[in-house]
């Protein structure tokens, strides 16, 4: 273990920040209407970081960590009356050429690790905790592909906000001091084309995505007359100010099936942000001009969570617990 302090190493649940991993499991589940479903359910959050810990210490080095995220539905029957100020059933998107659909999930579960085995092992745990109230409706198995690409060969995550810029991008703040630290979480499971995205020259291919494919340099496309991917998910305000979101998007696939695919996940601050970008690749800019990334990649999944702090998930499923179930 070349002598690094593994004992330091985070093993976390809600950790927004933790690093880019070489696994990934997302896990969006439904909970069943019945109240002792939902006290059940609550008792299980209630106990993640425990479930965490339990996988997590077997081997530090692992590095895992779970972030469950909470959809619209879910949280109202979980605190009436009370939830983050943007939070709501992510927005199905018909643009001119490509649609984006809005799929159910009551919870997300983010489970990140450098072994897909740790990764494997605290899914197994988790549902089987959360027992037969939840119903799977999409579980996805993603891997680190070489230096952090995608399925279509591009470097992806490199634009991502680091150091003081990542808390400020995905990490709810005073604007809603009472979700403060939380962050809203956008899901979207892509499925590829690879067969004619292979067909598409490399420059175009280039100037579909915004940077070049062998050494990932961003390309200058202020005035080419179409948008690269990378311009049309840069969001600015009038006064020229950047709004960034954080994503950790996952490769997975099974090359048997024919099947090739990216999982997007991206965390921010404001949902407006990931909200925008959306409308931006898939009405365009100008309206017509949408992101030709979308003529491979078809969205099968679309669900929207907001993921608190530990403390906020803890009194959430509490407060749950403690309230007469007329309330819910
Ligand atoms: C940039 C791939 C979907 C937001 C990029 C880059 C790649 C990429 C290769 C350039 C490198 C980088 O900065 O990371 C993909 C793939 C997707 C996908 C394969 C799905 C098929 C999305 C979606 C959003 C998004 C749905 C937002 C809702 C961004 C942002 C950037 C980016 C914000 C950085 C732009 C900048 O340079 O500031 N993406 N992306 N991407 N993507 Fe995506």
């Known amino acids: 273990m070349s002598g690094k302090n593994w004992d330091r190493v985070p093993i976390d649940a809600q950790s927004v ?45 692992g590095r895992l960590s779970c972030i469950a995220g909470i959809g619209r539905a879910l949280w109202d029957r979980l605190s009436p009356g009370r939830r983050p100020l943007e939070l709501k059933p992510f927005a199905p998107i018909k643009g ?7 799929t159910p999930g009551d919870l997300l579960f983010h489970i990140r ?10 899914e197994r745990i988790l549902l089987d905790r959360l027992g037969p109230d939840v119903t799977v409706v999409d579980e996805v198995t993603g891997f680190r592909y070489f230096d952090a690409r995608d399925l279509l060969g591009f470097v992806d995550g490199t634009a991502n906000p680091t150091g ?7 990490l ?26 292979a067909r598409i020259p490399t420059p175009e291919q280039e100037a579909i995505i915004g940077r070049t494919k062998i050494d990932n340099i961003e390309i200058d496309d202020d005035d080419a007359p179409r948008k690269s991917h990378k311009s049309l ?15 950790d998007n996952m490769p997975f696939g099974r090359p048997g099936q024919n099947e ?15 909200e925008k970008m959306l409308q931006r690749m898939y009405v365009g800019d100008p309206p017509g001009a949408y992101d030709r990334l979308l003529d491979v990649s078809t969205p099968h999944t679309g669900t929207t969570f907001f993921a608190p702090t530990r403390p906020m998930l803890q009194a959430l499923v509490q407060d749950a617990q403690e ?5 819910r």
């Open 17 to 61: 920040d933790a690093p880019l991993s070489r696994s990934a499991i997302f896990l969006v589940v439904t909970v069943a209407d019945e109240q002792p479903a939902l006290a059940r359910v609550c008792s299980a959050l209630g106990d993640l970081d425990d479930l965490v810990k339990n996988v997590g210490f077997r081997d530090l080095g």
């Open 96 to 102: 001119a050429v490509h649609s984006a659909p809005s």
């Open 113 to 122: 690790a450098e072994r897909s085995d740790m990764c494997f092992e605290f």
């Open 164 to 170: 003081l810029d990542l808390p400020a991008s995905a």
């Open 172 to 197: 709810v703040g005073d604007e809603d001091a009472g979700f403060a630290g939380g962050s809203y979480v956008v899901v979207q499971k892509y499925l590829h084309d690879l067969q004619t995205w």
């Open 233 to 247: 998910a840069t969001i600015e305000d009038a006064e020229g100010n950047e709004y960034d979101i954080l994503r």
């Open 260 to 274: 090739f695919g990216t999982y997007f996940i991206g965390y921010s601050r404001y949902l407006w942000v990931t």
């Open 323 to 327: 309230q007469p179930a007329a309330a």
